[in-house]
Protein backbone atom coordinates (compact mmCIF):
# COMPACT_ATOMS: atom_id res chain seq x y z
CA UNK A 1 0.00 0.00 0.00
CA UNK A 2 1.16 3.69 -0.75
CA UNK A 3 -0.49 6.47 0.73
CA UNK A 4 0.63 10.30 -0.07
CA UNK A 5 -0.44 13.31 2.59
CA UNK A 6 -0.29 16.61 2.36
CA UNK A 7 0.93 18.41 5.51
CA UNK A 8 2.78 21.77 6.28
CA UNK A 9 5.87 20.42 8.36
CA UNK A 10 7.14 16.81 9.12
CA UNK A 11 10.21 15.89 11.26
CA UNK A 12 12.06 13.38 11.42
CA UNK A 13 13.19 12.26 15.01
CA UNK A 14 11.69 11.98 18.29
CA UNK A 15 14.63 13.54 20.48
CA UNK A 16 15.64 16.38 21.96
CA UNK A 17 15.63 18.78 18.56
CA UNK A 18 12.56 17.03 17.20
CA UNK A 19 10.38 17.74 19.88
CA UNK A 20 11.10 21.14 20.27
CA UNK A 21 11.38 21.85 16.87
CA UNK A 22 7.27 19.77 16.59
CA UNK A 23 6.41 22.54 19.94
CA UNK A 24 7.15 25.86 18.02
CA UNK A 25 5.70 24.50 14.97
CA UNK A 26 2.45 23.78 16.44
CA UNK A 27 0.83 27.03 16.13
CA UNK A 28 1.83 27.30 12.81
CA UNK A 29 0.12 24.19 11.13
CA UNK A 30 0.09 20.53 11.04
CA UNK A 31 3.26 18.74 12.17
CA UNK A 32 3.99 14.87 11.54
CA UNK A 33 6.83 13.54 13.68
CA UNK A 34 8.90 10.16 12.05
CA UNK A 35 10.14 8.51 14.61
CA UNK A 36 12.94 5.64 14.19
CA UNK A 37 11.32 3.54 17.16
CA UNK A 38 9.59 3.62 20.06
CA UNK A 39 9.58 7.56 21.30
CA UNK A 40 12.13 7.13 24.14
CA UNK A 41 14.56 5.27 21.76
CA UNK A 42 17.07 8.14 20.53
CA UNK A 43 20.25 9.74 21.92
CA UNK A 44 18.30 12.36 24.22
CA UNK A 45 17.01 9.50 26.37
CA UNK A 46 20.57 7.66 26.81
CA UNK A 47 22.28 11.24 28.04
CA UNK A 48 22.61 10.56 31.26
CA UNK A 49 24.70 13.71 32.57
CA UNK A 50 22.94 16.54 32.34
CA UNK A 51 22.54 19.81 30.28
CA UNK A 52 24.96 22.63 30.41
CA UNK A 53 23.60 26.18 30.75
CA UNK A 54 24.71 29.30 32.59
CA UNK A 55 23.52 29.18 35.56
CA UNK A 56 25.51 29.54 38.75
CA UNK A 57 26.59 32.96 40.03
CA UNK A 58 29.99 32.16 39.29
CA UNK A 59 29.37 31.91 35.55
CA UNK A 60 28.17 33.71 32.20
CA UNK A 61 27.34 32.47 28.75
CA UNK A 62 31.09 34.11 28.04
CA UNK A 63 32.44 31.96 30.48
CA UNK A 64 30.30 28.64 28.87
CA UNK A 65 31.61 29.98 25.20
CA UNK A 66 35.41 30.39 25.53
CA UNK A 67 35.11 26.56 27.50
CA UNK A 68 33.29 25.69 24.34
CA UNK A 69 35.57 27.21 22.03
CA UNK A 70 38.82 25.87 24.09
CA UNK A 71 37.61 21.52 24.13
CA UNK A 72 36.85 22.75 20.03
CA UNK A 73 40.63 22.54 19.88
CA UNK A 74 40.63 25.93 17.40
CA UNK A 75 38.36 24.46 15.17
CA UNK A 76 34.68 25.98 17.41
CA UNK A 77 32.29 28.17 14.89
CA UNK A 78 32.17 30.87 16.94
CA UNK A 79 28.81 32.14 15.91
CA UNK A 80 27.20 29.43 16.51
CA UNK A 81 28.92 29.13 19.79
CA UNK A 82 27.38 32.51 20.93
CA UNK A 83 23.70 31.73 19.89
CA UNK A 84 23.91 28.44 21.95
CA UNK A 85 25.76 30.13 25.16
CA UNK A 86 23.60 32.94 24.94
CA UNK A 87 20.15 31.64 24.24
CA UNK A 88 20.82 28.16 26.62
CA UNK A 89 19.09 29.85 29.92
CA UNK A 90 16.42 30.98 28.31
CA UNK A 91 15.31 27.60 26.71
CA UNK A 92 16.43 25.54 29.68
CA UNK A 93 13.73 28.03 31.92
CA UNK A 94 11.58 27.32 29.48
CA UNK A 95 11.88 23.33 30.33
CA UNK A 96 11.80 23.97 33.62
CA UNK A 97 8.34 26.33 33.33
CA UNK A 98 7.21 22.96 31.29
CA UNK A 99 7.59 20.37 34.14
CA UNK A 100 11.35 19.44 34.15
CA UNK A 101 12.23 18.07 37.27
CA UNK A 102 15.94 18.74 37.48
CA UNK A 103 17.70 17.83 40.91
CA UNK A 104 17.61 20.73 43.35
CA UNK A 105 20.15 22.03 45.61
CA UNK A 106 19.32 22.87 49.37
CA UNK A 107 18.35 26.86 48.53
CA UNK A 108 15.54 25.19 45.71
CA UNK A 109 17.85 26.46 43.05
CA UNK A 110 18.97 23.53 40.46
CA UNK A 111 21.71 21.71 41.49
CA UNK A 112 24.53 22.00 39.08
CA UNK A 113 27.41 19.42 38.31
CA UNK A 114 31.01 19.83 37.06
CA UNK A 115 32.22 17.89 33.75
CA UNK A 116 35.11 17.52 31.89
CA UNK A 117 36.57 20.86 30.43
CA UNK A 118 34.37 22.99 32.01
CA UNK A 119 35.92 25.62 34.67
CA UNK A 120 32.90 26.12 36.82
CA UNK A 121 29.74 24.04 37.82
CA UNK A 122 27.26 24.19 35.34
CA UNK A 123 25.38 21.01 34.43
CA UNK A 124 21.72 20.72 35.48
CA UNK A 125 20.82 17.22 35.83
CA UNK A 126 17.96 14.49 36.65
CA UNK A 127 19.57 11.94 38.96
CA UNK A 128 21.92 10.53 35.92
CA UNK A 129 18.92 10.27 33.77
CA UNK A 130 18.90 13.70 32.50
CA UNK A 131 18.09 12.83 28.61
CA UNK A 132 15.14 10.79 29.86
CA UNK A 133 13.35 13.77 32.20
CA UNK A 134 13.82 15.81 29.30
CA UNK A 135 12.19 13.89 26.86
CA UNK A 136 9.44 13.37 28.84
CA UNK A 137 8.72 16.87 29.87
CA UNK A 138 8.95 17.55 25.76
CA UNK A 139 6.84 14.34 25.01
CA UNK A 140 4.02 15.38 27.37
CA UNK A 141 3.86 18.53 25.50
CA UNK A 142 3.39 17.41 22.21
CA UNK A 143 1.12 14.91 23.31
CA UNK A 144 -1.55 17.63 24.34
CA UNK A 145 -0.93 20.13 21.38
CA UNK A 146 -3.53 18.89 18.64
CA UNK A 147 -1.85 19.77 15.95
CA UNK A 148 1.22 16.99 16.08
CA UNK A 149 0.92 13.94 14.96
CA UNK A 150 3.86 11.04 15.41
CA UNK A 151 4.18 8.06 14.01
CA UNK A 152 6.07 5.36 15.43
CA UNK A 153 8.58 2.89 14.25
CA UNK A 154 8.88 4.26 10.60
CA UNK A 155 12.00 4.64 8.52
CA UNK A 156 12.18 7.62 6.38
CA UNK A 157 14.04 6.30 3.24
CA UNK A 158 14.06 9.30 0.61
CA UNK A 159 14.12 13.67 1.31
CA UNK A 160 11.89 14.81 -1.67
CA UNK A 161 13.58 17.17 -3.61
CA UNK A 162 11.94 19.05 -6.94
CA UNK A 163 13.40 22.29 -8.53
CA UNK A 164 16.27 22.22 -6.11
CA UNK A 165 13.67 22.64 -2.71
CA UNK A 166 12.78 19.70 -0.40
CA UNK A 167 8.78 18.88 -0.47
CA UNK A 168 8.74 16.30 2.19
CA UNK A 169 10.10 12.42 2.72
CA UNK A 170 9.28 8.79 1.92
CA UNK A 171 9.06 6.34 4.47
CA UNK A 172 8.45 2.80 5.38
CA UNK A 173 5.41 2.12 8.46
CA UNK A 174 5.92 -0.65 11.27
CA UNK A 175 3.87 -2.64 8.30
CA UNK A 176 6.53 -2.40 5.93
CA UNK A 177 3.80 -0.28 3.61
CA UNK A 178 5.85 2.86 1.74
CA UNK A 179 4.39 6.39 2.87
CA UNK A 180 4.87 10.24 1.24
CA UNK A 181 4.65 12.83 2.80
CA UNK A 182 4.69 16.64 1.37
CA UNK A 183 5.49 19.09 3.53
CA UNK A 184 6.48 23.12 2.99
CA UNK A 185 9.45 22.29 5.24
CA UNK A 186 11.26 19.20 6.53
CA UNK A 187 13.47 18.91 9.90
CA UNK A 188 15.99 16.09 10.41
CA UNK A 189 16.52 15.42 13.65
CA UNK A 190 17.27 12.05 13.54
CA UNK A 191 20.68 12.49 16.24
CA UNK A 192 23.76 10.73 15.51
CA UNK A 193 25.89 7.52 14.40
CA UNK A 194 27.86 5.98 16.86
CA UNK A 195 26.15 2.33 15.18
CA UNK A 196 28.00 2.87 12.21
CA UNK A 197 31.02 1.39 14.97
CA UNK A 198 31.05 -2.09 16.98
CA UNK A 199 32.13 -0.27 19.89
CA UNK A 200 30.03 2.53 20.95
CA UNK A 201 27.32 4.05 23.91
CA UNK A 202 24.71 4.81 21.12
CA UNK A 203 20.96 3.08 21.16
CA UNK A 204 20.70 0.89 17.69
CA UNK A 205 18.53 3.58 16.16
CA UNK A 206 22.09 5.70 16.04
CA UNK A 207 22.50 4.69 12.45
CA UNK A 208 23.63 8.15 11.23
CA UNK A 209 20.39 8.24 8.65
CA UNK A 210 19.64 11.66 8.83
CA UNK A 211 23.25 12.33 7.30
CA UNK A 212 22.64 10.03 5.00
CA UNK A 213 19.67 11.07 3.67
CA UNK A 214 20.62 14.93 3.70
CA UNK A 215 23.38 13.86 1.44
CA UNK A 216 21.74 11.45 -1.11
CA UNK A 217 19.55 14.27 -1.41
CA UNK A 218 22.37 17.00 -2.33
CA UNK A 219 22.69 18.69 0.61
CA UNK A 220 26.34 19.40 1.88
CA UNK A 221 27.58 17.79 5.22
CA UNK A 222 31.09 18.67 6.84
CA UNK A 223 33.37 17.76 9.46
CA UNK A 224 32.70 13.91 9.82
CA UNK A 225 36.31 12.84 10.56
CA UNK A 226 35.47 14.29 13.98
CA UNK A 227 33.94 11.88 16.11
CA UNK A 228 34.11 12.00 19.99
CA UNK A 229 34.95 8.32 21.23
CA UNK A 230 33.90 8.18 25.08
CA UNK A 231 36.45 7.79 27.93
CA UNK A 232 34.44 5.54 30.20
CA UNK A 233 32.27 2.97 28.78
CA UNK A 234 31.93 -0.13 30.84
CA UNK A 235 34.37 -2.49 29.45
CA UNK A 236 33.14 -6.08 30.66
CA UNK A 237 33.65 -8.86 28.10
CA UNK A 238 30.06 -10.18 27.81
CA UNK A 239 28.49 -7.07 28.71
CA UNK A 240 27.09 -4.07 26.96
CA UNK A 241 28.81 -1.27 26.19
CA UNK A 242 27.09 1.05 28.57
CA UNK A 243 27.72 4.89 29.04
CA UNK A 244 29.68 5.85 32.82
CA UNK A 245 29.04 8.93 32.88
CA UNK A 246 31.28 11.42 32.85
CA UNK A 247 29.77 13.31 35.87
CA UNK A 248 31.33 10.73 37.58
CA UNK A 249 34.07 11.81 37.85
CA UNK A 250 33.05 15.20 37.92
CA UNK A 251 32.08 14.23 41.31
CA UNK A 252 35.35 13.03 41.80
CA UNK A 253 35.26 9.60 40.85
CA UNK A 254 39.42 8.70 39.91
CA UNK A 255 40.50 6.66 36.85
CA UNK A 256 43.37 4.31 37.92
CA UNK A 257 45.14 1.36 36.34
CA UNK A 258 45.42 -2.41 36.31
CA UNK A 259 47.95 -1.61 39.53
CA UNK A 260 45.13 0.77 41.17
CA UNK A 261 47.20 4.11 40.31
CA UNK A 262 45.95 7.28 39.35
CA UNK A 263 47.44 7.97 35.64
CA UNK A 264 45.69 11.22 34.17
CA UNK A 265 47.96 13.80 35.44
CA UNK A 266 50.57 12.47 33.50
CA UNK A 267 48.81 12.78 30.54
CA UNK A 268 46.89 16.37 31.12
CA UNK A 269 47.34 18.83 33.71
CA UNK A 270 43.18 18.68 34.02
CA UNK A 271 43.57 14.82 35.32
CA UNK A 272 40.64 13.06 35.33
CA UNK A 273 38.74 15.83 33.95
CA UNK A 274 40.59 16.78 30.74
CA UNK A 275 38.72 16.95 27.66
CA UNK A 276 37.08 13.85 26.56
CA UNK A 277 39.72 13.01 23.23
CA UNK A 278 42.66 13.09 25.67
CA UNK A 279 41.18 10.97 28.39
CA UNK A 280 40.14 8.12 25.83
CA UNK A 281 43.34 7.91 24.35
CA UNK A 282 45.46 8.26 27.44
CA UNK A 283 42.80 5.04 28.98
CA UNK A 284 43.97 2.67 25.52
CA UNK A 285 47.67 4.34 25.84
CA UNK A 286 47.78 3.48 30.11
CA UNK A 287 46.05 0.13 29.67
CA UNK A 288 49.04 -0.61 26.29
CA UNK A 289 51.55 0.17 29.27
CA UNK A 290 50.56 -1.39 32.58
CA UNK A 291 49.40 -4.73 30.96
CA UNK A 292 45.63 -4.72 32.29
CA UNK A 293 42.47 -2.88 32.28
CA UNK A 294 41.60 0.61 33.18
CA UNK A 295 39.45 1.07 36.22
CA UNK A 296 37.01 4.05 37.51
CA UNK A 297 36.87 3.90 40.86
CA UNK A 298 34.66 5.57 43.71
CA UNK A 299 35.34 3.67 46.60
CA UNK A 300 36.64 6.88 48.36
CA UNK A 301 33.91 8.66 47.90
CA UNK A 302 30.34 7.79 50.36
CA UNK A 303 28.69 5.19 49.05
CA UNK A 304 25.27 6.38 49.81
CA UNK A 305 25.52 9.78 47.62
CA UNK A 306 27.09 7.72 45.21
CA UNK A 307 23.98 5.60 44.64
CA UNK A 308 21.45 8.62 45.64
CA UNK A 309 23.68 10.47 42.53
CA UNK A 310 23.78 7.81 40.27
CA UNK A 311 21.16 5.54 40.80
CA UNK A 312 20.80 3.90 37.03
CA UNK A 313 24.63 3.69 36.23
CA UNK A 314 24.58 1.84 39.97
CA UNK A 315 21.67 -0.50 38.85
CA UNK A 316 23.19 -1.51 35.40
CA UNK A 317 26.60 -2.12 37.33
CA UNK A 318 24.07 -4.66 39.92
CA UNK A 319 22.65 -6.27 37.41
CA UNK A 320 26.54 -8.12 36.15
CA UNK A 321 27.45 -7.93 39.60
CA UNK A 322 29.27 -4.55 40.46
CA UNK A 323 29.08 -2.20 42.83
CA UNK A 324 29.34 1.37 41.87
CA UNK A 325 30.22 2.40 45.10
CA UNK A 326 32.72 -0.04 46.10
CA UNK A 327 33.97 -2.04 42.83
CA UNK A 328 36.72 -0.70 40.35
CA UNK A 329 34.35 -0.44 36.92
CA UNK A 330 36.65 -1.47 33.94
CA UNK A 331 36.08 1.42 31.58
CA UNK A 332 37.73 2.04 28.10
CA UNK A 333 36.49 4.28 24.95
CA UNK A 334 33.49 3.53 22.69
CA UNK A 335 32.09 5.94 19.98
CA UNK A 336 29.62 8.41 21.34
CA UNK A 337 28.78 11.43 19.69
CA UNK A 338 29.58 12.82 16.02
CA UNK A 339 30.97 16.46 15.97
CA UNK A 340 30.11 16.48 12.11
CA UNK A 341 27.08 16.38 9.84
CA UNK A 342 24.82 18.35 7.87
CA UNK A 343 25.73 21.29 7.20
CA UNK A 344 23.51 24.33 8.30
CA UNK A 345 23.44 27.98 9.41
CA UNK A 346 22.51 29.17 12.67
CA UNK A 347 18.91 28.49 12.17
CA UNK A 348 19.24 25.05 10.78
CA UNK A 349 18.90 25.63 6.92
CA UNK A 350 20.93 23.56 5.12
CA UNK A 351 22.35 23.84 2.02
CA UNK A 352 18.78 22.58 -0.06
CA UNK A 353 15.87 25.18 0.25
CA UNK A 354 13.20 23.82 2.63
CA UNK A 355 15.31 21.31 4.36
CA UNK A 356 16.62 21.85 7.75
CA UNK A 357 18.72 20.33 10.20
CA UNK A 358 19.66 20.25 13.85
CA UNK A 359 20.72 18.69 17.15
CA UNK A 360 23.21 15.93 16.38
CA UNK A 361 22.74 15.00 12.86
CA UNK A 362 23.75 18.95 11.78
CA UNK A 363 26.99 20.51 12.06
CA UNK A 364 26.94 24.08 12.41
CA UNK A 365 30.39 24.27 13.44
CA UNK A 366 29.98 25.14 17.28
CA UNK A 367 31.56 21.80 18.57
CA UNK A 368 34.50 22.32 16.25
CA UNK A 369 36.78 18.84 16.42
CA UNK A 370 35.54 18.20 20.09
CA UNK A 371 32.15 18.59 21.96
CA UNK A 372 32.11 19.98 24.90
CA UNK A 373 30.52 17.52 27.75
CA UNK A 374 26.94 17.97 28.44
CA UNK A 375 26.60 20.72 25.25
CA UNK A 376 24.65 18.13 23.28
CA UNK A 377 21.38 18.31 24.67
CA UNK A 378 21.28 22.17 24.95
CA UNK A 379 22.22 22.15 21.45
CA UNK A 380 18.99 20.16 20.73
CA UNK A 381 16.72 22.38 22.48
CA UNK A 382 18.33 25.68 20.95
CA UNK A 383 18.56 24.50 17.81
CA UNK A 384 15.17 23.18 17.75
CA UNK A 385 13.86 25.83 18.56
CA UNK A 386 15.23 28.38 16.08
CA UNK A 387 14.67 25.22 13.12
CA UNK A 388 11.05 26.12 14.11
CA UNK A 389 10.76 29.29 13.39
CA UNK A 390 13.17 29.50 10.63
CA UNK A 391 10.54 26.87 8.87
CA UNK A 392 7.61 29.81 8.97
CA UNK A 393 9.58 31.26 6.86
CA UNK A 394 9.71 31.51 3.22
CA UNK A 395 12.23 28.66 2.54
CA UNK A 396 15.86 29.51 1.70
CA UNK A 397 19.05 27.37 1.47
CA UNK A 398 21.92 28.20 3.39
CA UNK A 399 25.17 29.74 1.65
CA UNK A 400 28.72 28.10 2.33
CA UNK A 401 30.18 30.03 5.07
CA UNK A 402 33.58 31.36 4.56
CA UNK A 403 35.49 28.91 7.01
CA UNK A 404 34.48 25.91 4.48
CA UNK A 405 35.89 24.24 2.09
CA UNK A 406 34.66 21.94 -0.37
CA UNK A 407 36.79 18.23 -0.58
CA UNK A 408 36.92 18.83 -3.89
CA UNK A 409 38.05 22.10 -4.20
CA UNK A 410 41.35 20.43 -2.28
CA UNK A 411 43.60 19.97 -4.75
CA UNK A 412 46.73 18.00 -3.75
CA UNK A 413 45.14 16.69 -1.02
CA UNK A 414 42.28 15.31 -3.00
CA UNK A 415 44.92 13.60 -5.23
CA UNK A 416 46.81 12.43 -2.11
CA UNK A 417 43.15 10.26 -1.01
CA UNK A 418 43.02 9.19 -4.52
CA UNK A 419 46.25 7.67 -4.32
CA UNK A 420 46.22 6.31 -1.01
CA UNK A 421 43.10 4.69 -2.62
CA UNK A 422 44.86 3.23 -5.44
CA UNK A 423 48.08 1.95 -3.27
CA UNK A 424 45.06 -0.27 -1.41
CA UNK A 425 43.54 -1.35 -4.82
CA UNK A 426 45.25 -5.29 -4.91
CA UNK A 427 43.73 -5.98 -1.72
CA UNK A 428 40.01 -4.76 -3.02
CA UNK A 429 37.12 -7.45 -3.45
CA UNK A 430 36.82 -8.09 -7.54
CA UNK A 431 35.31 -5.11 -9.54
CA UNK A 432 31.67 -7.11 -8.77
CA UNK A 433 31.39 -4.93 -5.69
CA UNK A 434 30.96 -7.03 -2.32
CA UNK A 435 28.40 -6.42 -0.02
CA UNK A 436 29.21 -5.84 3.77
CA UNK A 437 27.08 -7.00 6.65
CA UNK A 438 26.11 -4.54 8.76
CA UNK A 439 28.45 -5.98 11.32
CA UNK A 440 31.49 -5.83 8.81
CA UNK A 441 30.84 -2.67 8.46
CA UNK A 442 31.12 -1.76 11.78
CA UNK A 443 33.94 -3.95 12.55
CA UNK A 444 35.92 -2.47 9.90
CA UNK A 445 35.45 0.98 11.08
CA UNK A 446 36.16 0.47 14.67
CA UNK A 447 39.37 -1.44 13.67
CA UNK A 448 40.16 1.15 10.89
CA UNK A 449 38.74 4.74 11.55
CA UNK A 450 38.26 4.30 15.34
CA UNK A 451 39.98 5.92 17.92
CA UNK A 452 43.85 5.68 16.91
CA UNK A 453 43.85 6.47 12.78
CA UNK A 454 46.53 6.08 10.36
CA UNK A 455 46.74 6.32 6.57
CA UNK A 456 47.11 2.60 5.52
CA UNK A 457 43.99 1.54 7.84
CA UNK A 458 41.69 4.03 6.57
CA UNK A 459 42.40 3.71 2.74
CA UNK A 460 41.72 0.01 2.69
CA UNK A 461 38.37 1.17 4.87
CA UNK A 462 37.64 3.51 2.37
CA UNK A 463 38.56 0.69 -0.71
CA UNK A 464 36.33 -1.60 1.25
CA UNK A 465 33.28 0.80 1.91
CA UNK A 466 33.46 2.16 -2.03
CA UNK A 467 32.84 -1.59 -3.34
CA UNK A 468 29.96 -2.51 -0.50
CA UNK A 469 26.67 -1.08 -1.63
CA UNK A 470 24.54 -2.92 -3.74
CA UNK A 471 24.73 -2.43 -7.55
CA UNK A 472 20.81 -1.86 -7.86
CA UNK A 473 18.98 1.29 -6.43
CA UNK A 474 17.50 0.05 -2.78
CA UNK A 475 14.02 -1.15 -2.71
CA UNK A 476 13.52 -2.63 0.61
CA UNK A 477 13.62 -1.53 3.86
CA UNK A 478 16.65 -3.44 4.84
CA UNK A 479 18.47 -2.09 1.58
CA UNK A 480 17.91 1.61 2.64
CA UNK A 481 19.19 0.80 5.84
CA UNK A 482 22.51 -0.73 4.38
CA UNK A 483 22.56 1.72 2.20
CA UNK A 484 22.59 4.88 4.93
CA UNK A 485 24.76 2.95 7.09
CA UNK A 486 27.86 2.29 4.09
CA UNK A 487 27.06 5.90 3.01
CA UNK A 488 27.83 7.29 6.06
CA UNK A 489 30.42 5.27 7.29
CA UNK A 490 32.36 5.99 4.01
CA UNK A 491 31.97 9.21 4.47
CA UNK A 492 33.88 9.25 7.89
CA UNK A 493 36.35 7.20 6.84
CA UNK A 494 37.18 9.65 3.51
CA UNK A 495 37.30 12.22 5.38
CA UNK A 496 39.47 11.06 8.27
CA UNK A 497 41.79 9.58 5.20
CA UNK A 498 41.53 13.37 3.96
CA UNK A 499 42.78 15.11 6.86
CA UNK A 500 46.23 14.77 7.62
CA UNK A 501 46.81 16.26 11.26
CA UNK A 502 45.14 14.83 14.52
CA UNK A 503 42.90 17.71 16.03
CA UNK A 504 39.82 16.95 18.53
CA UNK A 505 38.43 13.40 18.19
CA UNK A 506 40.37 13.20 15.37
CA UNK A 507 43.85 11.30 15.99
CA UNK A 508 46.16 10.46 12.81
CA UNK A 509 48.95 8.24 14.20
CA UNK A 510 50.72 9.38 11.54
CA UNK A 511 50.21 12.81 11.59
CA UNK A 512 50.48 13.55 15.47
CA UNK A 513 50.07 17.08 15.77
CA UNK A 514 47.54 19.90 15.11
CA UNK A 515 48.09 21.95 11.65
CA UNK A 516 46.54 24.93 11.27
CA UNK A 517 48.12 26.51 8.58
CA UNK A 518 47.15 23.72 6.56
CA UNK A 519 44.31 22.46 7.97
CA UNK A 520 42.33 24.92 10.21
CA UNK A 521 38.93 24.80 7.90
CA UNK A 522 35.63 22.70 7.99
CA UNK A 523 35.90 20.52 5.19
CA UNK A 524 32.24 19.79 3.00
CA UNK A 525 31.52 16.43 1.03
CA UNK A 526 28.62 17.12 -1.53
CA UNK A 527 27.48 14.21 -3.62
CA UNK A 528 28.95 13.17 -6.53
CA UNK A 529 32.36 15.21 -5.23
CA UNK A 530 35.30 12.86 -4.14
Known amino acids: MHTTQVLDYVIVGGGVAGLRAAIGLAPAGRVLVLTKAEPAESNTGYAQGGIAAAFGDDDTPQLHGADTIRAGDGLCDEAAVAVLVENGPRYVRELIDW ?12 ALGR ?8 VLHAGDATGREIGRALWERVRTTASVRTVDHALVTEVLVEDGRA ?7 AAGDAHEVRATATLLATGGAGQVFSDTT ?7 DGIALAFHAGARVADLEFVQFHPTALNRAGAPRFLISEALRGEGARLVNAHGEPFMLRYHPDGDLAPRDVVARSIVRESEA ?5 FLTLAHLDPAYVVHRFPTIAAMCAQIGLDLAGDPIPVGPAAHYIMGGVDTDEWA ?3 VAGLFAAGEVACTGLHGANRLASNSLLEGLVFGARAAQAMTEAPAAAPMKADRVEAGALGLRAAHLRDALQAQSPELPAPSRQLLAPDEVRALMWRDAGLFRERDGLAR ?18 QYRQRNLVTVARLIARAALRREESRGGHFRADFPQ ?15 VL
Open 167 to 173: CGVRYFD
Open 290 to 294: SGGLV
Open 99 to 110: GARFDRGADGRP
Open 514 to 528: RDDARWKNHVVDVRG
Open 461 to 478: AVAALEGATAPAPPVTAE
Open 202 to 208: NPAVATG
Open 349 to 351: RTS
Open 115 to 122: EAAHSVRR
